[in-house]
């Protein structure tokens, strides 16, 4: 396997008449966390949703492991291994959390280990073991947040894409999901993360983007794009 799990390249997608992402280039490596950060309507997720195999491009290319997946329908891009949480967590109100998460172990090779990765997932939770009967609708944000988060492990994903995991979370929480998020990539995983908290998504960031109307404005490792003067007027709300 080649460093760069994923590449986007001149990447163009959109909805009907209306283009979003206009020739993206980027990159994301095996075991890291790549970050795509930028204020709402950037692009964010329509680029998430265009690598998932959610919304096909108009033109260019999404490679995985030098293959092109452009145009496969998700559920493919899920068999080769790239799950994406969607934005608003989208668990099942009227399943049990057990349900929940055995929903996700989709493919043939998660339903394999589901047992195994089960209890991955009640250690990396252990607020969702002691609810597994509990309905999805009626969990707290937070803890549909980690049910969806748990859903998305159970496929036994090797490129995780979260699409702003913190979103509409109590600040406590909000905290929580970004100290785990680094302990998701210890075993290999390489998690791709699109959020508005550009200041807490750039401490953990290995490497981030800079979105603006659809194209990249900045790159460079995430402790750099961070103390960059430029970054921190436009997206920190600090000068230089």
């Known amino acids: 396997m ?3 799990v994923v590449q986007c390249r001149n990447l163009h997608a959109g909805y009907g008449e209306v283009r979003v992402l206009h020739g993206l280039n980027l ?3 095996a075991s890291g966390i790549t970050a795509v950060v930028g204020s709402n309507g950037a692009g964010k997720s329509t680029l998430l949703r265009t ?3 959610m919304l096909p491009p108009t033109s260019g290319e999404v490679l995985y492991d030098g293959m092109n997946l452009a145009g496969l329908p998700a559920e493919a891009v899920v068999d080769h291994g790239i799950v994406m949480v969607p934005e608003g967590r989208m ?3 009227d399943m049990t959390v ?3 998460l055995t929903v996700g172990a989709i493919t043939p090779r998660a339903r394999h280990v589901r047992t195994e990765t089960m209890e991955m997932v009640f250690d990396l939770f252990p607020r969702l073991r002691d609810r597994t009967r509990q309905l999805g609708g009626t969990l707290s944000g937070g803890e549909q947040q980690m049910l969806a988060l748990g859903r998305g492990l159970m496929a036994r994903p090797k490129v995780l894409l979260l699409d702003e995991p913190t979103l ?3 600040p406590g ?3 929580q999901i970004f100290r785990l998020v680094p302990k998701l990539v210890e075993n290999g995983l390489s998690v791709i993360m699109a959020e508005q908290d550009v200041h807490a998504t750039l401490k953990i960031a290995g490497f981030a983007y800079v979105l603006e109307n659809g194209r990249i404005v900045a790159e460079g490792p995430g402790t750099s794009l961070l103390g960059d003067p430029v970054i921190r ?3 920190l709300g600090a000068g230089g």
Request: charged residues 20%; without cysteine.
């Open 2 to 4: 080649t460093s760069d």
């Open 168 to 170: 509409g979370l109590a």
């Open 27 to 29: 990159k994301a490596g």
């Open 233 to 235: 007027k436009a997206y």
């Open 98 to 100: 057990l349900e929940n």
């Open 91 to 93: 668990v099942f109100p």
């Open 173 to 175: 929480i909000a905290k």
């Open 51 to 53: 690598i998932a195999g």
